[in-house]
């Protein structure tokens, strides 16, 4: 397995916007997972490698948006809007398989490569 890296985290005032980058690796789906303090592992986003179908908890519907630079290799999870509530270590993660509904991709289980995690704070 590919280890991968996020990048872009950061501290932000409440409405900023900060973009979590993380390597791309061919035909890989990818979630974005959070995390913080006292809770348990959040899903964020995810985008299919086959469809390109991309999936969003309601919490940052409308506010995260997940692109990606083909030239570099890269993924990008574009955060918009920020909220205190927001504040978490993220974590970027891949799966070789497509799935076909956010059931899937909510379980980190259905990923078998992770990232560090990068810590994303937000101030009020």
């Known amino acids: 397995q590919v280890q991968l890296e996020e990048s872009g985290g950061g501290l932000v005032q409440a409405g900023g916007s900060l973009r979590l980058t993380c390597a791309a690796s061919g035909r890989t789906s990818m979630g974005w997972f959070r995390q913080a303090p006292g809770k348990g592992r959040e899903f964020v986003a995810a985008?299919?490698?086959?469809?390109?179908?991309?999936y969003y908890a309601d919490s940052v519907k409308g506010r995260f948006t997940i692109s990606r630079d083909n030239t570099e290799n890269t993924r990008y999870l574009e955060m918009n809007s920020l909220k205190p509530e927001d504040t978490a270590v993220y974590y970027c993660?891949?799966?070789?398989?497509?799935?076909?509904?956010?059931?899937?991709?909510?379980?980190?289980?259905?990923?078998?490569?992770w990232g560090q995690g990068t810590q994303v704070t937000v101030s009020s």
């Open positions: 985008v299919s490698w086959s469809t390109g179908s991309e």
């Open positions: 993660a891949t799966s070789p398989r497509a799935y076909y509904s956010i059931d899937y991709y909510k379980r980190p289980l259905s990923y078998d490569t």
